[in-house]
């Protein structure tokens, strides 16, 4: 009957989620989390083999669609200034997180967490204010730091299977020797399309019968994380780079985002989000110690990327740095991602964990409201 139970309840969850997002006014995934955490704390939702694969294929999943917003031969077309300033923005971002974590006395996660930028909700952003400078900013820096983070996280979770040891540094070693392979195969396919361009329109021909753009997609999917699975390391990377490769390689089919998108956050990611809010008590919500670790990780990351963003003082207005600062305060699922490597792994307890949790949620809630009125003002 649990198994049963279980598959009604997420059913039911998948069918009212966008409807509740939509009356909140809402991003579904904060829906998502809110709805899991509401389920979990009343006790409909139990431990379940089958709920947790789900979970974790919804965000290897999740990271292959984030990958996918990454068009590599377009990063390398940034211009030199443009690529040195956000470069110097990410290191400030790091320096100032290692600075304010020791001075606070705060465990070293926080130097990981910190410090993570994604571009995922970005894009829910760039749809509600349309293009401005300030955005395309955030994205493409938000892009260079999202390949930092996903880096990041690769090497601790590295730190959290294997321990400090000869052992992570063969897997560190590893980790850069196969980046270096992704760059040489990057610019072999990307010579081999030039010299013999026909190839990727028969790979991916206008006239798709048989599905092929899918196939091929869930193929490479696949193929890298038993690639990374193989080598011993976070398999997340593996996703991110697989969707990289299709949107560097196969951009001639614009319509191929929209295929795989449904599939993802119309099923899997949700699931994800819903076993991520199932983890978290709302009893926590009460808890000072939890209020306290969740303010400070609030407070920090928005004070670290405001002062970060000076950087942009010349190029962007007072009104466009906090706008541009406020839409990169959004790192949903690296955090949650991080924290629930960092729990597993014994790294942090379960205060910590729902604190990252709940911060993770308030900080898309807060950073959205603040774009909405900011942007507003003349």
């Not at 974590?101 to 204010?129: R, Y």
């Not at 980046?179 to 081999?192: E, Q, V």
């Not at 959004?330 to 991602?337: F, H, S, V």
């Amino acid at each position: 009957m649990g198994e049963l139970q279980l598959i009604i309840i997420i059913s039911i969850l998948l069918l009212i989620a966008p409807f509740i997002s939509n009356l909140l006014k809402l991003p579904i995934a904060v829906v998502e989390i809110l709805m899991g955490s509401i389920i979990g704390s009343v006790g409909l939702v139990h431990d379940s083999h089958l709920f947790e694969l789900l979970a974790e294929v919804g965000f290897l999943y999740l990271m292959f669609l984030a990958g996918m917003e990454v068009n590599l031969k377009e990063l390398l077309k940034i211009d030199k200034k443009i690529f040195l300033l956000g470069g110097s923005f990410i290191f400030l971002l790091y320096i100032l997180t290692i600075l304010s974590t020791k001075f606070l006395g705060l465990s070293k996660i926080f130097i990981v967490i910190l410090p993570m930028l994604s571009v995922g909700l970005i894009v829910s952003v760039q749809k509600e204010v349309g293009k401005t400078k300030w955005i395309e900013f955030a994205m493409t820096i938000g892009v260079l730091g999202e390949l930092v983070s996903i880096l990041v996280l690769t090497i601790i979770s590295g730190v959290f299977t294997l321990g400090v040891g000869i052992e992570l540094y063969k897997s560190i070693f590893t980790l850069f020797l196969l980046i270096g392979i992704f760059i040489l195969g990057f610019y072999g396919l990307k010579t081999l399309f030039w010299w013999f361009p026909t190839i990727r329109h028969y790979m991916m021909p206008d006239d798709d019968k048989y599905n092929q753009d899918i196939r091929i997609s869930f193929a490479l999917f696949f193929l890298m994380i038993a690639v990374m699975l193989f080598l011993h390391l976070d398999v997340v990377l593996g996703a991110f780079v697989a969707g990289m490769f299709i949107k560097s390689f196969f951009e001639h089919n614009i319509e191929l985002e929209h295929k795989l998108s449904p599939f993802g956050f119309g099923f899997l990611i949700t699931i994800f989000f819903i076993h991520v809010g199932s983890t978290f008590n709302l009893k926590y919500l009460f808890n000072i110690e939890v209020l306290k670790i969740t303010f400070i990780v609030i407070s920090l990351m928005l004070a670290i990327r405001i002062i970060s963003s000076l950087i942009f003082i010349k190029i962007l207005s007072k009104k466009g740095i906090l706008l541009f600062s406020l839409s990169l305060s959004m790192p949903l699922t690296l955090l949650i991602a991080t924290a629930t490597l960092a729990y597993q792994a014994k790294s942090i307890d379960l205060i910590h964990y729902n604190s990252f949790v709940l911060a993770s949620i308030l900080e898309v809630l807060i950073s959205m409201i603040g774009i909405k009125l900011i942007n507003k003002k003349n």
